[in-house]
């Protein structure tokens, strides 16, 4: 019986992190088009007001845009446009980076699917 209730929770606990993740996803893509039609700054409060509420969750939404790319990450999957070299950076991110921070520390929930290329 108890058993039964432990993998009922778990299973819970799961679905309800899945669905926590399906809405990161969804609100970074939402700030994207917003950044590329240069809306941005008419939401800006409210983007951040939900941020602050992942944040309050213990859930952290890394953007590596701008950053430089590195085969060492592991938080991340790259797909490389051009000829790969030594100076390239993360110029597209199709989802974000998601950490879960709590008593044992900072755990992945999602990595991150970027495009990095020759700058």
Do not use: W
């Not at 890394?62 to 790969?84: C, H, L």
């Not at 008593?103 to 700058?119: T, Y």
């Amino acid at each position: 019986m108890k058993a039964i209730f432990i993998v009922n929770c778990l299973t819970q606990c799961y679905n309800i992190m899945n669905d926590h993740i399906a809405l990161i996803n969804q609100f970074f893509e939402i700030e994207q088009k917003l950044l590329a039609e240069q809306l941005i700054d008419k939401f800006d409060r409210n983007l951040k007001r939900i941020q602050n509420i992942f944040e309050a969750s213990g859930l952290l939404v890394i953007n590596p845009i701008g950053e430089a790319y590195s085969e060492s990450r592991t938080d991340y999957e790259a797909s490389i446009v051009g000829n790969p070299g030594q100076h390239m950076k993360i110029t597209k991110v199709i989802k974000p980076v998601i950490y879960q921070n709590d008593a044992q520390g900072r755990q992945l929930l999602q990595k991150g699917i970027v495009i990095a290329e020759q700058v």
